[in-house]
């Protein structure tokens, strides 16, 4: 779709949306939301990553670049379809305002298989036809996942360096072996998959048609126990064991004096780049399916990445390599044309990345909450903005506005206070006017700030691994109030329709 030169959104995972089934999914919450957006004269829903979530229940260590959450199959089409029965909540039901994953994956999962059981025996002839349509569709992707998944689950979900040696190494004459007999189950993983996708796209649709874009939110790194990772372990730092010998991470700064050690193999560009960067093109490809705009997390990667060795316990040990540059993203163009991207360009950059991000003409993002540690001369302040910027109050990484002012030195709420027009009671509202105010040409602010929630509903805390992408709203927190002064403030910024701000005499 096209989106108008000043928008302004939501950012809200799908997970924490509000269903009766333990977690946020493609159900009618999504739909209520997006009707929620419109009423607040948004045009924009940023997402984080939907594909399966993988070790501490992140969505950024997933068993798959391509394929998107089981969690996040709604129920509700499926009894309607009359594949499975209601579901019956285990005892106790679920917790309304947190993700208790591991109570809700094993049940969800088990209705799922209901669900498939359900299609194959009783499904329609067109519903059957519809799922071969669109299995034939992915198989560039699809056979890989589905028969890592079936084998996955026999394994007991072993990682894939640990089967034997020629599934592991997929040797031809096992892998056809292996399809026949795990036939069944590969067919399930598909079905959950087609759900998926024709879920996801009914709510992108439905979104669409009200004047709203969806923002994916796209990793740069793979797992290594994932699909893409045992199927083309040619495009990785790998030794003949199957283990990396370099690892992905970002280096100590304020945050943290270890830097982060996230463990993720990391690419060969060369041989990438001998294949015309194929794997990738298909990736933003499949990206784009999902999306209409897509944030690529950790953007300064593709200009230059900290490699970490593989047997060093923290990132603190590390090298900054080049990457593929800006021909990774000429070559996906030539396929794809024009790149609706977001540059997540944070952390330590470089003029080298700037030119990346610039010679591509991505957005870059701005945070809000960085804004006050320094001077007047900080890029993150608005008066520095240029136009074609993407400002957050804060990331699903950051405090909730309201827990940033509770922790932040007494010089940056003063600063803040001043700059803003705000005090600990309104700084959330404080710094989503001055976001919609900008000259930047997005908007976008966590549900969170947007209710003026304190850091007890932080989504994630980078560096640890308890506790997080768990964090689920309630209508009932909602009301009326916060939707009419998001749309009063996105009325008044430009970036909504005028008419929300109800002005006397004002017609409509």
Known sequence: MHLPPRTSGVLLHVTSLPSPHGIGDFGPGAYHFVDWLQSAGQSLWQLLPTTPIGPANSPYQSVSAFAGSPLMVAFEPLVAKGWMSAPQLPDGGFNVYRVEYEKVVPWRMAQLRLAAEGFFARGSKADHKAFETWADAQRSWLDDYGLFMALETVHGGQPWWTWAPKLRDRDAAQMKAARRTHAAEIRFWEFVQWCFDTQCAAVKAYANERGIGIVGDLPIFIAHHSADCWARPDLYFL????????????PPDVFSVDGQRWGNPLYRWDRMAEENFAWWTARVCRALEQADVFRIDHFRGFAGYWEVPASAPTAATGQWV???GQALFEAIERELGSLPIIAEDLGVITPDVVALRDGCNFPGMRILQFAFGADGDQEFLP???VPHTVVYTGTHDNETVRGWWHNAPERER????TYLACGEHDVHWGMIRAAANSVASMAIFPLQDVL???GSHRMNLPGSVEGNWAWRFDWHMVGSEPGRVLGVITAASGRGPFKLLNLPGQPG
């Open 239 to 250: 030794d003949d064991n199957c283990q990396p010998t370099v690892v992905a991470g970002v």
């Open 322 to 324: 080049p990457g593929p």
């Open 452 to 454: 003026g929630l304190d």
């Open 414 to 417: 003063i600063y803040a206070g």
């Open 383 to 385: 008066h520095n903005y």
